[in-house]
C-alpha cells in the first residue's frame, strides 16, 4: 500500500514565526487532505487539496501530485497552531492512509 | 453543517464485556468510516461502509464488529476486548470519495 512521511516528525517555533511542513508519498493520489489534531484529538480539516494551490487565512497548502508531495505553509505562528499535523493522500477508493504526523509546539 | 456526532465520549470496559461505539452524521454521506489511533500515533483504517454496504475491512480482529443499520448511522460492536485495543476511536464521513470529515472520537480503555 501507499506509504506516506511526513518531516519534520517534531517542530518547536516561537510565536509569530513561519514553517512548512513536508508530505511525501509514494503513490499516485487521487485526493489528500490536512488535518490538524488538537489537544484532546479531535481532527480539523484544514484543506482538501489533490492538486495545486490553496489558502485560508495565515494557512496555505500545496499539492503537487506528479512529483509525490504535499506543503502545508503556517505564517505568523500562533499558540493556538500547537497540535499535530497531519497529512492524508487517499490512495483507493475510501482508502484515506494518514501520514506519521508532524508534532508542532508554538512557544509564546 | 459539517457535523459527526460520536457517542460515547469516554468508555471503560472490561475484557468480558459487551459495548458498542455509535456514530452519527446528517450531512447526507454516503460513505462512513471506522479509525483507531493509538496514543503519539496516526488514525488507522479499520472499516469504511459506502450505501450502507460494508466495502473495506483493514483485516480487523473478529472482536470489533461494524454496523450500519442506516445511511445516518454507524456502529461498532466491541466484544472480548484485550487491553492493547485501548484507543481513540474516530468515525468519519464522506459524500462518497470526497472530503472526510471526523467526530471528536470515543476515547476507549479496555481493563
Known amino acids: ?108 | 453543517d459539517t457535523e459527526v456526532t460520536q457517542t460515547p465520549k469516554h468508555l471503560v470496559m472490561g475484557m468480558t464485556n459487551k459495548k458498542s461505539l455509535k456514530c452519527e452524521q446528517h450531512m447526507g454521506h454516503r460513505a462512513m468510516y471506522w479509525y483507531k489511533q493509538k496514543a503519539k500515533k496516526p488514525p488507522e483504517l479499520m472499516f469504511v461502509y459506502s450505501y450502507e454496504k460494508l466495502s473495506i475491512n483493514e483485516s480487523v480482529p473478529s472482536r470489533f464488529s461494524p454496523e450500519c443499520p442506516n445511511s445516518s448511522l454507524l456502529n461498532l460492536h466491541l466484544h472480548a476486548l484485550q487491553p492493547e485495543d485501548s484507543a481513540l476511536y474516530l468515525c468519519a464521513s464522506s459524500r462518497d470519495t470526497g472530503e472526510l470529515f471526523f467526530g471528536e472520537g470515543s476515547r476507549l480503555t479496555v481493563l
Open chain 1, 1 to 108: 500500500g501507499i506509504q506516506v512521511e511526513q518531516s519534520p516528525p517534531d517542530l518547536i517555533l516561537q510565536e509569530g514565526a513561519n514553517s512548512t511542513l513536508r508530505c511525501n508519498f509514494s503513490d499516485s493520489v487521487n485526493n489528500l487532505q490536512w488535518f490538524h489534531q488538537n489537544p484532546w484529538g479531535q481532527l480539523i480539516n484544514l484543506f482538501y487539496i489533490p492538486s495545486g494551490t490553496k489558502q485560508n487565512g495565515r494557512l496555505s497548502a500545496t499539492t503537487v501530485a506528479t512529483e509525490r508531495y504535499s506543503l502545508l505553509y503556517i505564517s505568523s505562528s500562533q499558540t493556538t497552531d500547537s497540535g499535530v499535523y497531519f497529512c492524508a493522500p487517499q490512495g483507493g477508493t475510501y482508502k484515506y492512509i494518514f501520514g506519521t504526523g508532524t508534532r508542532l509546539k508554538v512557544l509564546a
